[in-house]
């Protein structure tokens, strides 16, 4: 059963999508409340059953331990965060966002991990709540080393907003990446997210020609990323040489990443089974090299059905809430808040607002647009 029927037009479908996105992240993140960060996977079955399909509580002792089935993690509330500054601003205000920080996150952390909004606090967002809060640096000026996808879940919302406007989208997601985390890599791959999913709520799909397209932006300055070569990745020409483009990321692999994924999901000779052991494949820790790529196989392989994306994310143990996050927001855009089962709606806690908000955004999206560019 559909969350909303959605009327077949081009303005529809976009919304659509939109809205399936920044849903699907708010689903993923509430279902990993409970069975959050079991590395040791006959315990997760032990605690929870052979599947888990549902919202959860967590168990006395665990991360999250005091929230309910269907409320959000401190990635979550970020979101959500994040969603109302663009909404209340119109798009993208740094300003605005810090702000928002120092006044309604920080004074209720206390740097260590088991504290704060959600249960826990990411070393990311530990480490910027000392150097802003104990040592006093100015934003710019706080970003630090941790590898993980913190930065990549409440971009979420901005990669939505700028959908139709990648130069836009991926100037604001790095600009709001760098503002907690500086390395180089995690700055390119979360750019390098932020841009597949504004092309999936764009209308296209998380195939084996993605990348391609991705590349093409690329080419024509609107994706940051350097590259010399030519076509299908061939040896540039020497006239291809005097025309490289030098972005501000080393290297496009980050976008290259997606399509060889979506390749191996639909490859008769490639089999992950269950689909939940992708997390063993890629690596069950917390960083982006693990976790983006579980994410785009998740959602390439269930390319029209939300439902086992999500749900193999969860099932699959170690930093499963940042896998059911980022699954839930490219599977979301692709199915669109119509081809989101009701249930994961009703559990969620504080739907109507979240659904709002997601309207209110979807409703904000402007650019270079039209029947041309929807590709569903």
Known sequence: MAAHDITPSTDDRLRDRAMGALMGAFIGDALGVGPHWYYDLDQLVADYGPWIDTYTRPRPGRYHEGLEPGQPSQSGILLEMMLRSLVDCGGYDEADFCRRLDTELFPQLDGTPMHGPGGFTSQSMRDAWHKRVQQGLPWGAIGGNADNTEAAERIIAIAVRYALTPGELARSVTANTALTQADGTVMAMTTAFGAVLGMLVEGHRLDGDLSDKLMARVKTGELPFHTITQGKLEAPSRKQQEKRHEGLFASPDALLTPSCIARAAHANTIR?????????????????????????????????????????????????????????????????????????????????????????????????????????
Request: charged share 15%; with cysteine.
């Open 272 to 376: 992950i089974e269950p689909a939940s052991q992708v997390g063993l494949l890629y690596g069950l820790p917390c960083a982006v090299y693990h976790q983006f790529p579980a994410a785009y196989y998740l959602a390439a392989r269930f390319t029209d059905d939300f439902e086992p994306a999500v749900l193999h994310a969860i099932n699959g143990g170690g930093q499963n809430m940042a896998r059911a996050m980022l699954t839930g927001a490219l599977s979301g855009a692709m199915v669109g808040l119509s081809g989101i089962p009701q249930r994961f709606i009703d559990g969620l806690e504080r739907a109507e607002p979240l659904l709002a908000l997601a309207e209110a955004l979807a409703g904000d999206i402007k650019g270079h647009g039209g029947e041309a560019r929807d590709r569903s």
